[in-house]
């Protein structure tokens, strides 16, 4: 005779630290992949900075690492959907930006002022990065702005004709 237990085809979440993996579904995403690809890459660049005689730029990646692990559990958890309040999206394409931009600018500085390895190796990693960060910066305004288009009325177009022949009857007087 079986155990009524053993039989139950529905499993039970896992207590303990397994609760703080990230699903599979999570994982094979695009967003997923993104998140954890930005993770790998501040973390080794961070880790080269350290290496090199550039060490002063490695704040930078190891901010980064930090923000993009804390978006990648948040969204892994499902955190956003529980705090309403902040604008997720919005956080974490202001953090895409400033990441791109950041890392390009200090992997031109690198690049042109050390000439260690360590730091050539920092600089190709934060161009990696900087593509990176640029890649999920615009998938995510693409998907605002196709989120905004939905939202508008059809004929907004039409709306800012007639206040555009408005403006130029008081060009002409």
Same mark, same amino acid.
């Given at each position: 005779?079986?155990?009524?237990?053993?039989?139950?085809?529905?499993?039970?979440?896992?207590?303990?630290?397994?609760?703080?993996?990230?699903?599979?579904?999570?994982?094979?995403?695009?967003?997923?992949?993104?998140?954890?690809?930005?993770?790998?890459?501040?973390?080794?660049?961070?880790?080269?900075?350290?290496?090199?005689?550039? *060490?002063?730029?490695?704040?930078?990646? #190891? +901010?980064?690492?930090? /923000?993009?692990? @804390? !978006?990648?559990?948040?969204?892994?958890?499902?955190?956003?959907?529980?705090?309403?309040?902040?604008?997720?999206?919005?956080?974490?394409?202001?953090?895409?930006?400033?990441?791109?931009?950041?890392?390009?600018?200090?992997?031109?500085?690198?690049?042109?002022?050390?000439?260690?390895?360590?730091?050539?190796?920092?600089?190709?990693?934060?161009?990696?990065?900087?593509? *990176?960060?640029?890649?999920?910066?615009? #998938? +995510?305004?693409?998907? /605002?702005?196709? @989120? !905004?288009?939905?939202?508008?009325?059809?004929?907004?177009?039409?709306?800012?004709?007639?206040?555009?022949?408005?403006?130029?009857?008081?060009?002409?007087?």
């Amino acid at each position: 005779m079986e155990d009524p237990e053993v039989a139950d085809p529905a499993p039970e979440p896992q207590p303990g630290l397994r609760a703080l993996l990230p699903t599979k579904a999570f994982l094979s995403s695009r967003k997923g992949q993104l998140l954890l690809a930005e993770s790998v890459l501040s973390f080794l660049t961070f880790i080269c900075y350290v290496a090199s005689w550039a *060490a002063a730029f490695m704040t930078v990646p #190891l +901010i980064e690492f930090l /923000l993009a692990l @804390f !978006l990648f559990y948040a969204y892994a958890m499902k955190v956003n959907e529980k705090f309403q309040g902040i604008h997720w999206p919005l956080l974490d394409f202001i953090r895409c930006v400033t990441a791109a931009i950041v890392y390009f600018a200090i992997s031109i500085a690198v690049v042109s002022k050390y000439p260690d390895g360590a730091s050539k190796a920092a600089a190709v990693l934060g161009f990696v990065a900087t593509i *990176a960060y640029a890649l999920d910066f615009y #998938l +995510i305004f693409n998907d /605002l702005s196709h @989120f !905004l288009r939905r939202g508008d009325p059809s004929d907004a177009p039409e709306t800012q004709k007639a206040d555009g022949e408005n403006d130029s009857d008081f060009d002409s007087d």
